[in-house]
């Protein structure tokens, strides 16, 4: 999914939400909407596939360079139960989570299951409304959006290729850092090759519309996304303060930990906000090996 979202009305009228959030317990974080929300969820976007595969739990899905290079996303897992390598990243939590570009849910409600406090955050209203189903609480929002409990999250989750979000992992990290409370905890999932990468690229569930399924949007506008693999996600970390917590790898997956940088808070005026929501999409998608 990208930050244009077509709206399917699947929570565009639901109630506020009562989270576990680090402001406090059980509190109210208001409506599913905030400020920049609508025009995230309406822009035009052509045919919606990544709502599709998430309704039904599987692919195919695509994300498409211009080029026509397709890069596969593994629908059946996102919409399975957590696996081993998913545990070995959420064994890892400290504190209440924040579960960025949550997509159907799987780690929101694991967390749930483990005892952590957890939000998991999206784009798209499908991905919400099928982590709320399985009793997770997720609002529709991009992660540079205001968010509740910013600057006091305990660890932030960026897996299934979700540290790719925006095309721009520093600014990622930057405002990762501005979510966590001191000390708090960046678990990313990498790509596990070396690569550095910036794409500009499309959905697309390669079908052609021929069999009476979901044509690709060829009209869709194109978002810029990153693959980026360990060493480099080390080297932007390195660069913004980071501190390497830790490295492992799991079912052909590989994982890094963060420690936040130790820095002042810089504000961001609306302004930046706006551009950065337009601009960044959240997806939920394991870039191909």
Not at 21 to 31: E, F, I, L, R, Y
Not at 157 to 169: K, Q, S, V
Not at 177 to 196: C, K, R, S
Request: glycine share 12%; with cysteine; net charge neutral.
């Amino acid at each position: 999914m990208s930050t244009t979202v077509p709206s399917s009305g699947l929570v565009s009228s639901a109630p506020a939400d009562r989270v576990e959030t680090p402001d406090a317990p059980g509190a109210a974080v208001g409506s599913t909407d905030a400020p920049g929300a609508a025009s995230v969820r309406t822009a035009p976007w052509g045919a919606d596939p990544y709502a599709n595969a998430l309704r039904t739990g599987r692919g195919p899905l695509f994300l498409r360079r211009n080029d026509g290079w397709l890069l596969p996303l593994d629908v059946e897992r996102w919409c399975s139960v957590a696996g081993s390598a998913d545990l070995s990243a959420l064994h890892r939590c400290e504190g209440p989570v924040l579960d960025i570009g949550c997509g159907p849910g799987r780690l929101v409600a694991e967390l749930a299951s483990l005892g952590h406090r957890a939000l998991g955050i999206d784009v798209s209203e499908a991905a919400v409304a099928r982590t709320r189903g399985l009793g997770g609480a997720a609002l529709l929002r991009s992660v540079f959006e205001p968010l509740p409990g910013e600057g006091r999250w305990g660890t932030l989750l960026l897996l299934d290729g979700n540290i790719g979000i925006g095309g721009d992992p520093a600014a990622l990290l930057d405002r990762a850092a501005d979510l966590l409370g001191v000390g708090g905890l960046l678990i990313a999932e990498t790509a596990p090759v070396d690569v550095d990468e910036r794409v500009r690229v499309r959905l697309d569930d390669g079908r052609d519309g021929t069999d009476g399924r979901t044509a690709p949007a060829r009209d869709a506008q194109p978002f810029p996304w990153a693959r980026i693999g360990t060493p480099a996600l080390l080297r932007h970390a390195r660069a913004g303060g980071w501190l390497t917590a830790g490295q492992w790898g799991a079912e052909g997956r590989t994982f890094v930990s963060l420690r936040r940088p130790v820095r002042e808070r810089t504000a961001r005026t609306s302004s930046q906000s706006a551009e950065s929501a337009n601009s960044a999409p959240v997806i939920s998608s394991q870039l191909p090996k």
